[in-house]
């Protein structure tokens, strides 16, 4: 009898240490990286821990473009607002003359951005607002389902961080609820974040338009109106943390300064985990830092050292970038 | 062997049969209301039924004041904004002679409402804004713990209807996620709504005044502003549900007429459901219908009978109302 309990605890022990031993994080290289996100997770979920969070506090924000997602040469969103001009255009031939269309149409996209926040907004208008909100979830899943990449021409939904899943899955199965939180449009995110990222359309935070209840076609339906409603940016982004869960998340994930509000917020209290992923793996993915028009990486990198906020590099943190690549 | 068998699948029957009849609503008397949301239930969970609905689409949502808890002699957030007012007054001893705050000070609601809209901004902001987030929690919690209700003289987390509880709980263990959608604030409800109606946080919606990221002694926080940020009733309902959850409801439930658009978007599709709880119990709780301040229902019951919506009657559907009149 005692031999047969000995041998149950060895196997239990040794089960133990296989399991222990199983890589949350396969595609990370070991580094500090990798390291403090496990050490994070371990603490935040080991009851005898004088860190441990209770489940229901275990909350994680992750910032999407760029963060999940590659976000060059152009943020995916504009890709579909590119398409959307070239649909549309067929029904309106002056913008053939009219900016920013006409610049667009040539993807000229220098001169169509050069006319600042108002031709922005008449591009997101004309192409996101003036139908319902099951018609523009149509198209989101049209589009996403087949439009490509231009430099990797594979699906902008295989155009995902193949660590990053691996760390939403970790924080997931960890007792995390996952939330993305983009300056991005939210519409344009939760059409597809279920199938792609493992998040509810609940748990997506983003900027947005104003929408309307009425009646279309004697059915009650939400209609998206050509007006900015919020912009989940900089400090809108803990506003919009706020206003949507209604608690102070504990592990952030971000890559520009459009992060920094978040990352503070987030890590202004222990235990936190503040984490900012940098593009510097121009072979593999991109390689840019403060240079770049789009996910700009400045202040956010100065404070990171004093702030505690671990700096990913792509390069040498993340042994796969995408797993057409594996 | 045979015989066994035979007691085994007696015995399973017998036992399926008794966790048929547990009454999942023993606080709702035998009646079409209670039937409507057992059958509904039924129909949506289970995986043979044409009507089934995945675990991820049970989406039900609740009005507040009025269809969870009393809303009477005037809604529990004016309770806490008269107390407060109070507390306050010391600060501000030019109160005494303005207005809507000297009416405030007299408890003479109907004089400080007559200012209307301005009015009530003014109120709203002088107890619910100028302050972190953290320590408007703080406040709300403190008050929640101890304030009593004027007629029950019970403090207002036991003035919750009993019946809806049990709905609340009902749905949850058939894998719905429960929203509350309310036209009072969404900060005055989330420091208790988990503990009084097991909802968490991020599943509250409701009316709200901005708030700005800003650092205070040295730690990020959230401030309110007095500013309106969104008003959650009437049309708002649909649009704020759309905004939070990104998805349509299946089950919505509310008491007035701020709850048509929320009732009419929810049940038009099918499978549905629609419930309306009126107030006809003037012994019990209170009667009203459209000669009232607050909780005016009047269109909606005119609407109920083409739209399918039922009707629960407090006086002949609830056994009990409250669980200290138990
Ligand atoms: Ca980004
Ligand atoms: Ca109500």
Redesign the pocket.
């Known amino acids: 009898m005692k031999n047969r309990e000995a041998e149950q605890n060895k196997q239990a022990t040794f089960n133990k240490g296989k399991s222990r031993e199983k890589d949350p994080l396969p595609s990370w290289n070991n580094g500090q990286a990798k390291q403090t996100i496990i050490e994070f997770i371990k603490k935040v979920t080991d009851p005898g821990n004088a860190q441990f969070v209770a489940m229901e506090d275990r909350i994680a924000v992750f910032?999407?473009?760029?963060?999940l997602w590659t976000?060059q040469p152009y943020y995916s969103q504009m890709a579909f607002l590119l398409d959307r001009i070239d649909d549309l255009a067929l029904q309106h031939p002056k913008w053939k003359k009219e900016q920013p269309f006409k610049a667009l149409l040539q993807r000229d996209l220098k001169n169509a951005l050069s006319g600042g926040l108002k031709a922005i907004s008449e591009m997101i208008m004309a192409t996101h607002a003036g139908m319902t909100t099951s018609d523009f979830d149509k198209l989101i899943k049209a589009w996403i389902s087949k439009a490509l990449h231009p430099r990797f021409e594979k699906l902008y939904s295989e155009c995902v961080f193949l660590p990053m899943l691996q760390v939403l899955e970790y924080f997931k199965s960890s007792g995390f609820r996952n939330y993305i939180v983009?300056?991005g449009g939210i519409d344009f995110i939760r059409p597809w974040s279920k199938a792609i990222y493992g998040i509810p359309p609940s748990q997506v935070i983003g900027s947005s338009i104003k929408t309307q209840y009425k009646i279309v076609d004697g059915q009650p339906q939400l209609w998206r109106l050509p007006e900015i409603n919020f912009i989940d940016d900089e400090e809108g982004k803990p506003v919009g943390i706020f206003a949507n869960i209604g608690q102070q998340p504990i592990a952030a994930f971000?890559?520009?300064d459009?992060?920094i509000q978040m990352l503070e917020w987030v890590t202004s209290r222990e235990p936190s985990l503040g984490m900012i992923i940098k593009h510097d793996d121009a072979l593999r993915e991109w390689s840019y830092t403060k240079d770049t028009l789009l996910?700009k990486l400045d202040h956010a990198l100065v404070m990171a050292s004093d702030k505690n906020w671990i700096i990913t590099s792509m390069k040498n943190d993340w042994r796969t970038i995408f797993s057409f690549m594996d």
């Open positions: 910032d999407n473009d760029g963060t976000e983009s300056g971000g890559n520009s459009g992060d996910g």
